[in-house]
């Protein structure tokens, strides 16, 4: 993964990937403490139900959706659909919902000294749009100016996976990103770019397969400091780029 993260020089990065994983001092995150620091996703207050309980009731309840619409759920190839919809919701593209799914992370006491900008690029964005629960397929691009703490660089690509695994607005997932790695670097200057195509807007309504959306969220120093701002933009790929036929 090392040729999607810019830095200064290839040098520095590998010394700085030995560094985090031989250093004895660091923290690990407090998720609960995080997650109340972090703009929420609209969830009720109702308690929630274990995750094979939810698999049995949505499995359910797609099961009627499927037999409104007409479909024989005892064909062979839709009879197990509800069940499988069910173990993807809850096991995968919706388990950011559960606090337990985020990552274990451990923040290392930043010993080597490295007080430059870190970008990692080209970090894989896949969620869902929580209007029409349709997938929004994009790439995340963060950036930050390494203060007391580093993380190890898989790290990012793990907190982007957490939010982008709800359903979504690509406007939210932008913020939540930025606020998380915000808190867990204990630094404002923090950067944070989404580049994601919707399928609710390529293969419904409108109907336009070629657009791409872009959000940002900058903080401290980079939206403070033009030239660190253009630094970044520079580090971080034209959106058009994820454009398909
Ligand atoms: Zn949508």
């Known amino acids: ?24 001092s660091g923290y690990e995150v407090d998720v609960h403490q995080l997650l109340s620091q972090v703009i929420p996703t609209p969830m009720t207050s109702a308690p929630r139900m274990d ?10 309840r797609h099961r009627e959706i499927m037999e409104i619409l007409g479909l ?12 499988r919809v069910a173990k993807m919701y809850v096991d995968e593209i919706f388990h950011g919902l559960r606090e337990e799914s985020f990552p274990k992370i451990t923040v290392v006491e930043n010993k080597m000294s490295y007080d430059e900008m870190l970008v990692e690029v080209n970090i894989t964005f ?14 995340a691009h963060v950036a930050y100016i390494c203060k007391g703490w580093v993380l190890g660089l ?5 907190v982007v996976d957490f939010f982008a695994r709800r ?13 998380a790695l915000s808190k867990i670097l204990h630094t404002d200057d923090v950067a944070v ?22 959000t940002s969220k900058l903080s401290g120093a980079f939206q403070s400091n033009p030239s660190l701002r253009a630094e970044f933009y520079a580090s971080v790929p034209g959106p058009d780029r994820l454009r398909v036929i």
């Not at 024989?72 to 069940?83: A, F, G, M, Q, V």
């Not at 969620?127 to 629960?133: A, G, N, R």
């Not at 770019?193 to 872009?214: F, L, N, Q, S």
């Open 1 to 24: 993964m090392h040729d999607t993260v810019r830095t200064g020089t290839a040098l520095s990065i590998h010394s700085a990937s030995r560094a985090i994983q031989s250093s004895a």
């Open 51 to 60: 995750p094979e309980t939810a698999k049995m009731e949505i499995a359910r």
């Open 72 to 83: 024989d759920l005892t064909d062979d190839s839709l009879s197990e659909t509800p069940e």
């Open 126 to 139: 896949n969620s869902t749009c929580e209007h029409h629960f349709l997938p929004i397929l994009g790439k």
């Open 154 to 158: 898989s790290k990012f690509n793990r």
């Open 167 to 179: 359903p979504q607005v690509q406007e939210r997932a932008t913020v939540q990103i930025q606020q």
């Open 193 to 214: 770019v989404i580049d994601a195509m919707h399928c609710c807007v390529k293969t419904r309504g409108i109907g336009d397969d070629g657009c791409v959306t872009r």
